[in-house]
């Protein structure tokens, strides 16, 4: 509990400010999920969040079929990090290497292992289960006498049950590395409107346009501490860093489990952590995330996860107009039957920067 950070729970005066005093706390916090400080950190976590949101988010979108049904439909998908462009993102990170030394040290401990041997032939003696109805590994090491467990240290046995051990240890946690790309969804959000770069990249070359939505109330703050919820939704920074988050904890508690051991987990918030880390590359995104869990994680078979959520403006790109006219006048009578006010985007060709400002046109 040492390694908790304690912030002051505050609306902080600079967005750098503020997410340089999550980080601190966010990263900093390892817990179980049922220690009874769990809930009360989380509801920390939450508020210092909430109170600094930023007044505007915004979402660039291309001008196709998938944008414009869910501007109509007031609605805002999320998909699955697995379909990101981003390689990396969510990807967790972990020492394999150290973590098979774990494993390698712990199985050539011989003390801890006929330690551990003696209290299961005791358990299974005291419980009076028959011999012949245990499994026949179970029953086998039972059965063994001192010396035999003994000269078993040192067989070849021995050595290829460890290296079959560390393969199954590389091959879950490889496999729980995609689940967490899989089993969950993600929207995106930036706190800019006027990045050439996004504007480029997400929104069809400047051709599509620019949601904006309010989000300041953390609408999804309530849900998440609601018993019936059917799933978990967090609006989180973005964390930018030149190394990708290290789920040691994770590992080593999986290395535990699959050693027969039942070592709890111990950072329960291991998973927002992938999810929030990103490349320094990308922090020109200034992005924040909505990251929903369902709770059965197995109920993650659709593609994407749309989320009702209904923009309070709409941003046209320096190349709208291009769009073909039927594709203009939909999106421009849906954005005024919502009473979205209308701004274009501009660029003065007189000024020597690179910067494109909104203008309002209704």
Known sequence: MDRIYPPEIKR??????FKK??????????????????????AQIEKLVGLNIPSKLYKYRGANEYAVNDLKNDEFACSKPIDF?????SLLYFDINGIEQVIEGNSRNHDGILNQWELLKARVLESNIPIESLDPNT???????????KKYFHSAEFEQNLQELKNKCRYE??????????HSYIGCFTEINDCPLMWGHYADSHRGFCLEY?????????????????????????????????????ALQQA??????NQPLS?????????????INWEYEKEWRIIIIPQNIEDTTKERYFLPLTPTAIYYGLRFDEQPEDVRSTIRELAKNKGLRQYKMELKEDDPTYLITPTQIS
Request: proline share 5%; net charge negative.
């Open 12 to 17: 902080y005066d600079t967005a750098d400010e």
């Open 21 to 42: 005093v999550f980080q601190e706390f966010f990263n900093s916090i390892c817990i179980q999920q049922n220690d009874p400080r769990f809930i009360p950190l989380l």
């Open 85 to 89: 462009n981003d390689p990396f993102d």
């Open 139 to 149: 029953r086998r090491i039972v059965l063994l006498s001192d010396d035999e467990i």
């Open 173 to 182: 946690l490889g496999s729980m590395v995609k689940s967490l790309q899989h």
């Open 214 to 250: 309010d989000l300041s109330s953390n609408p999804f703050y309530r849900e998440n501490f609601h018993s019936n919820a059917d799933c978990h939704k967090h609006l989180y920074p973005v964390l930018y860093s030149r190394e990708r988050y290290c789920a040691k904890e994770f």
């Open 256 to 261: 535990s489990r699959i050693m027969g051991g």
């Open 267 to 279: 950072d329960i918030l291991f998973w927002f952590k992938a999810y929030t880390n990103k490349g």
